[in-house]
């Protein structure tokens, strides 16, 4: 079966395209869900392929998180030890987030935070044989946008809706914030913070962040008009 | 795994918004979640669904001795699973449907009599938890009790001696369960142990760890009471709880018994449908319906133009983005990597949509030279 | 129902009238530990017996948790085992449930009810057991028996706790009269039965409910009835325990003043 860029593919499908460059002796790269057999690249995901420059991979809507370098997660505290807090990043296993990761912290000015807080952390080692380490500071040593979140509601959904309000394409959050003023961290890893000035609205934005997964991109504002109305409802 | 412990933030939240009188799903206090019953084609199975939990009740019989107690008397024997290895919620919901069905006297068990002290129909009733998503005590209730209501069991002749010949289905019609009465249980959280709301959610049973589950049938007769969890109640909260549940149990009665009729009636033209139409197709996530759109988002992303606009109408609230930090480190480590040779790399699948984020295996150390292959 | 409960000069089949209480007989600190610095021993004890139900409770902590038991995110470790006397019933040997699910309620429901009544915050990251032993139980709600011991072998102890937790039963006749402290003998006769465990509070202050247990069924314009019932009886067993332990505190008083 021909399998284009674009098209859904199965697992066990040949990617001629890939093989088709890299016998122009082009450099082709294999992303997630394509791999290398008898000289050409399978696919072992079912889901949409995609191209960029010349990495090939497997676009599938997948619920699972998974922790790799660089990403940004929100977790939430488990438990502290001595040296460090265990935080549930909603893996398998609680991820690490050391005392001295925070801003300003020393051995003796350890950060305020409790059992069951909430925190915006970057993932800085992922290795499958390691709990994944967290920090709450970029390389410079500022905390920047990381640390703990206050207040607000947080709530899980899809990995896939993460990703597509966080996708240029996607002018959600532009239109809501025309609307309502509110904070927001929507974290890779399924989790999604919000904060607005009363309790009603964090709940309409919420209903309507959950709506946006079933929701195409250029129907957004009528998803964001319902929002404004029954905002607007209630302040009568 | 264990569920990770409830964020201090998720439980603030829950409990300003009960004080204000609203809820995350924007139920009022005393409002149910949709329920909907689906028989299957086997008489006495059901799947039961409240919301977004889901259970499935099915009744089977067998012959078997009675107890000495009761010599002409059958008996019911309910089992629930939950599908984890959770013990106490499991035990619990066990005894409290065991207390509502079988100690209530709903089912004629002498009617399950065949021949007196020596056989007796043993009914089973098998609850599988399919999904907990709150208040699974209602929904598990409602699905036994409309499981018992639907099956049928086969007629049964005793003649004189202590012989008796069970008929097949071809030969006599199968015969149903005589109840006397439907008891339904109807969960109230409580929170701060005086107020209480109707049917909660998951997020709401964490959060308050108290209920009070009040069993009552259409008669406006109370069939068991259930306080659980770590809580104190006055005897007045109990009381008003216990009109409200008298109430929503004589709505859910009329509901039990419109679906059995509708049932009947389907299955008189031979259209039983079965539980296919408890599936819902509507949960395909849209941005994978259009291929056209993901095309053009891979272009734009080619442009490499990947900051997210700062958009916050208001300065004092502002938007968090995920990944600007992210995006710049690995421009550079693609450059870096854009000589090396080709290579599979374990990129991450969930990176896909927020542009110019692009992880590349750093060919130089040991540990990844085992993933770099070389296409040719 | 099958026979009526209550016979027509109001008395019922045990001799009681409707609103009296079986007998109780109850002693604190049954147990006495030679061992004082080894780690299980029991720090307070309570045995009561009621009407043909006669039980031993103990308590053991607060304590350091041990790290086989418990969760890690629980603060406070309260564990509660039920036993059952093999000769508990009629005095005849049988069979023990072992982890039966009748067992494990009732050690679900323990837990809730002192869980609720014990000043949690007070013993923070420490361990309490409280362990039960049914001796012999006559049927039915033997619960209600183990919530009395279990608050006399805690006061025993000086756990820090809100108030008594007082648990008791009654049942409804034909006629609608409430019967209070249901015996087995009533039980089986097919009554609805009521338990109740509360905090009887003297005074002005609203009564509070810890645990409400019921079996068969009545009509609902009954519950008020059969409620207070219930609560009057808690009070009486308040009395009855307050005097037990006032009785026991005079005993240690004397006891320290003769041997002074």
Redesign the interface.
């Known amino acids: 079966m021909e399998c284009k860029v674009g098209d859904v593919v199965m697992p066990g499908n040949i990617i001629q395209e890939a093989d088709a460059l890299a016998k122009e002796s082009k450099k082709v790269v294999l992303g997630n869900g394509l791999r290398l057999e008898n000289d050409s690249a399978v696919s072992s995901k079912s889901g949409l392929l995609c191209k960029r420059k010349n990495i090939f991979y497997v676009d599938s809507y997948q619920k699972k998180y998974i922790p790799a370098k660089n990403d940004n997660v929100i977790g939430i505290v488990q438990s502290k030890t001595l040296e460090f807090f265990w935080v549930d990043i909603s893996y398998s296993e609680l991820a690490i987030l050391p005392y001295l990761a925070f801003e300003g912290a020393t051995k003796k000015n350890r950060p305020e935070i409790n059992v069951g807080d909430l925190v915006y952390a970057k993932v800085v080692l992922a290795n499958p044989d390691l709990e994944a380490e967290l920090v709450c500071v970029d390389s410079t040593g500022k905390k920047g946008k990381l640390g703990e979140l206050k207040d607000g509601l947080m709530f899980s959904c899809s990995i896939n809706l993460v990703r597509k309000i966080l996708n240029e394409k996607c002018n959600l959050l532009h239109l809501l914030s025309k609307e309502c003023p509110y904070e927001l961290v929507a974290a890779i890893n399924g989790r999604i913070w919000i904060n607005t000035k009363s309790l009603r609205a964090t709940i309409l934005l919420r209903d309507t962040i959950l709506e946006a997964e079933h929701t195409a991109y250029n129907q957004m504002k009528d998803l964001v008009d319902r929002f404004a109305t029954e905002l607007t409802g209630i302040k009568i | 795994m264990k569920d990770p412990i409830l964020s201090n933030n998720e439980r603030a939240f829950v409990e300003k918004a009960i004080a204000e009188k609203l809820r995350i799903d924007k139920r009022g206090l005393n409002e149910f979640r949709n329920l909907a019953i689906f028989y299957g084609k086997n008489y006495g199975s059901v799947i039961a669904s409240l919301g977004e939990t889901k259970v499935f009740a099915s009744v089977s019989c067998e012959v078997s001795t009675p107890k000495t107690t009761r010599p002409n008397e059958g008996t019911i024997f309910i089992n629930v699973e939950m599908g984890s290895q959770q013990n106490e919620p499991c035990i619990v919901v066990t005894r409290i449907l065991e207390r509502t069905i079988r100690e209530s006297n709903c089912i004629d068990l002498e009617s399950l009599c065949i021949v007196a002290e020596e056989k007796v129909w043993n009914l089973r009733v098998d609850i599988s938890i399919l999904n907990n998503e709150g208040n699974v005590i209602d929904c598990a209730c409602i699905a036994a009790v409309s499981a018992l209501a639907h099956f049928r069991r086969p007629d049964c002749t005793a003649s004189g001696d202590g012989e008796f010949t069970i008929h097949k289905s071809a030969e006599k019609d199968l015969i149903p369960i005589v109840l006397h009465h439907y008891p339904i249980c109807v969960n109230y959280a409580l929170f701060e142990g005086k107020t209480p709301i109707a049917d909660p959610t998951i997020l709401e049973e964490r959060v308050t760890n108290a209920s009070l589950i009040l069993a009552v049938n259409a008669y406006k007769e109370l069939c068991s009471i259930h306080l659980t969890g770590v809580s104190l109640t006055s005897p007045y909260l109990i009381q008003k709880c216990s009109d409200m549940a008298a109430e929503r149990a004589k709505h859910i009665v009329e509901y039990i018994k419109d679906a059995l009729e509708q049932d009947r009636i389907d299955r008189e033209n031979g259209q039983a449908k079965g539980f296919s139409q408890s599936i819902k197709l509507t949960n395909i996530p849209s941005n994978f319906t259009d291929t056209q759109e993901i095309d053009q988002v891979m272009d734009t992303e080619n442009d490499g133009s990947g900051e997210l606009e700062e958009v916050m109408a208001d300065e004092s609230f502002e938007k968090i983005d995920s990944d600007t930090v992210a995006s710049t480190w690995t421009k550079e480590e693609s450059d870096e990597s854009s000589d090396s040779d080709v290579q599979v790399i374990e990129e991450s699948p969930k990176k896909k949509g927020i542009i110019n984020v692009m992880e590349i295996v750093d060919t130089s150390s040991d540990d990844e030279e085992k993933e770099t292959i070389v296409l040719n | 129902m099958v026979q009526d409960l209550l016979s027509a000069q109001g008395l019922r089949m045990d001799g009681r009238r409707h609103n009296e209480l079986r007998q109780i007989q109850c002693k604190l600190g049954v147990l006495e530990s030679e061992l004082f610095t080894h780690k299980n021993r029991c720090d307070g004890s309570a045995y009561m017996l009621h009407g043909n139900t006669k039980v031993i409770a103990s308590i053991s902590g607060p304590k350091h948790p041990s790290k086989s038991s418990g969760?890690?995110?629980e603060s406070f470790i309260f564990n509660v085992r039920v036993k059952f006397a093999t000769f508990s019933k009629n005095g005849e040997r049988q069979k023990v449930l072992k982890n039966s699910?009748?067992l494990?309620?009732i050690e679900?429901n323990l837990k809730?009810i002192f869980?609720?009544?014990i000043l949690v915050e007070k013993y923070e990251k420490s361990q309490l057991d409280l362990n039960i032993e049914v001796l012999q139980h006559d049927g039915g709600s033997e619960i209600c028996t183990i919530v009395n011991t279990a608050t006399l072998a805690l006061i025993d102890a000086g756990i820090c706790m809100k108030e008594y937790v007082c648990a008791c039963t009654a049942s409804l006749t034909n006629d609608g009269l409430a019967l209070l402290d249901v015996s087995h003998l009533e039980e089986i006769c097919g009554g609805p039965t009521?338990t109740i465990a509360a905090?009887p509070r003297i005074g002005d202050h609203?009564?509070?409910?810890?645990?409400?247990?019921?079996?068969?069924?009545?009509?609902?314009?009954d519950?008020?009835k059969i409620?207070d019932c219930c609560?009057l009886g808690c009070e009486k067993i308040r009395t009855i325990l307050d005097e037990a332990i006032r009785g026991n505190a005079y005993e240690h008083v004397n006891s320290d003043l003769t041997s002074n």
Do not use: P, R, T
């Open positions: 969760k890690k995110d699910k009748k494990g309620e679900i809730n869980k609720s009544v009521l905090l609203e009564q509070s409910v810890a645990f409400i247990e019921l079996s068969q069924k009545f009509y609902l314009k519950l008020n409620f609560q």
